[in-house]
């Protein structure tokens, strides 16, 4: 079975750079792809497109070394199994508050006798390899978001679910729950929990993962131990990419 590049990554004691992508276009998944990234995940919660067109953005994906991962809308089990046999090789659930919904998550990650996911693998096998079904609990990565204050209270409870690989920090809705707005940069009290995220994560064996609005804040999120930043999404950057050049452009003509 093809193994999972995260895992080669951490083994070699680096931190994974993942990009985030929220426009629904197979063409802009594979420019992204093609860039230096250890992974790409294809964001069905608020990423503007539908499930069939995620479909098209992991095969786009699936061009490149890049390890393509889905965060799915909810944790519901028939989405989740889609996207596994889509040939997810990571998936990343958001709003994990309980220890019950944490192993609903992770029960429905893994066939049995540890899980219940249905076998029907279709793209799993042709991206991970006819072998795919007896890898697959351990090379496709359980991602469970920690962003609520009810999450945070069942943080110990949550980390110790068998079978899952790892905590993603969504900070912003942590600091909505936990402050009721989003700063930038991010609150003390908010940043004291992430980091008790990372220590929580760590005591369990467990990878942690977290979304960056910046590169600074990534850089220190590095430093702090986890093992895979995402910086700002793809819409992010093209903004963000076309206003400096405007700015650019602005002086160009002033001149
Ligand atoms: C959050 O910060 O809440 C996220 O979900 C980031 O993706
Ligand atoms: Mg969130």
């Given at each position: 079975?093809?193994?999972?590049?995260?895992?080669?990554?951490?083994?070699?004691?680096?931190?994974?750079?993942?990009?985030?992508?929220?426009?629904?276009?197979?063409?802009?998944?594979?420019?992204?792809?093609?860039?230096?990234?250890?992974?790409?995940?294809?964001?069905?919660?608020?990423?503007?497109?539908?499930?069939?067109?995620?479909?098209?953005?992991?095969?786009?994906?699936?061009?490149?070394?890049?390890?393509?991962?889905?965060?799915?809308?909810?944790?519901?089990?028939?989405?989740?199994?889609?996207?596994?046999?889509?040939?997810?090789?990571?998936?990343?659930?958001?709003?994990?508050?309980?220890?019950?919904q944490?192993e609903a998550f992770?029960r429905t990650?893994?066939?049995?006798?540890?899980?219940?996911?249905?076998?029907?693998?279709?793209?799993?096998?042709?991206?991970?390899?006819?072998?795919?079904?007896?890898?697959?609990?351990?090379?496709?990565?359980?991602?469970?978001?920690?962003?609520?204050?009810?999450?945070?209270?069942?943080?110990?409870?949550?980390?110790?679910?068998?079978?899952?690989?790892?905590?993603?920090?969504?900070?912003?809705?942590?600091?909505?729950?936990?402050?009721?707005?989003?700063?930038?940069?991010?609150?003390?009290?908010?940043?004291?929990?992430?980091?008790?995220?990372?220590?929580?994560?760590?005591?369990?064996?467990?990878?942690?993962?977290?979304?960056?609005?910046?590169?600074?804040?990534?850089?220190?999120?590095?430093?702090?131990?986890?093992?895979?930043?995402?910086?700002?999404?793809?819409?992010?950057?093209?903004?963000?990419?076309?206003?400096?050049?405007?700015?650019?452009?602005?002086?160009?003509?002033?001149?």
């Amino acid at each position: 079975m093809r193994a999972n590049g995260l895992q080669e990554v951490w083994q070699q004691g680096r931190c994974a750079l993942n990009a985030w992508l929220s426009i629904g276009s197979s063409y802009s998944a594979e420019v992204v792809a093609h860039l230096p990234y250890d992974a790409v995940t294809v964001d069905l919660q608020h990423g503007m497109f539908d499930i069939e067109t995620a479909l098209s953005m992991l095969q786009a994906i699936s061009t490149t070394a890049a390890v393509p991962m889905v965060r799915v809308p909810a944790n519901t089990a028939w989405l989740i199994q889609k996207v596994l046999d889509m040939g997810a090789y990571g998936v990343i659930c958001p709003m994990i508050d309980t220890r019950d919904q944490c192993e609903a998550f992770v029960r429905t990650m893994r066939y049995p006798p540890h899980g219940d996911r249905s076998y029907g693998p279709a793209r799993g096998i042709l991206y991970g390899g006819a072998d795919y079904v007896n890898g697959a609990d351990e090379a496709v990565l359980s991602w469970a978001m920690m962003e609520t204050k009810l999450a945070l209270e069942n943080l110990e409870q949550i980390a110790s679910v068998p079978g899952l690989h790892g905590l993603y920090i969504g900070p912003s809705d942590l600091s909505m729950t936990l402050e009721g707005v989003i700063s930038n940069p991010l609150s003390p009290r908010v940043i004291r929990e992430l980091e008790r995220v990372i220590q929580v994560a760590r005591a369990h064996n467990l990878r942690v993962g977290i979304f960056c609005p910046d590169v600074a804040f990534a850089r220190v999120m590095v430093a702090s131990g986890c093992d895979l930043v995402t910086v700002m999404n793809d819409a992010g950057l093209l903004r963000k990419a076309t206003g400096a050049i405007i700015a650019e452009m602005q002086i160009t003509a002033d001149l």
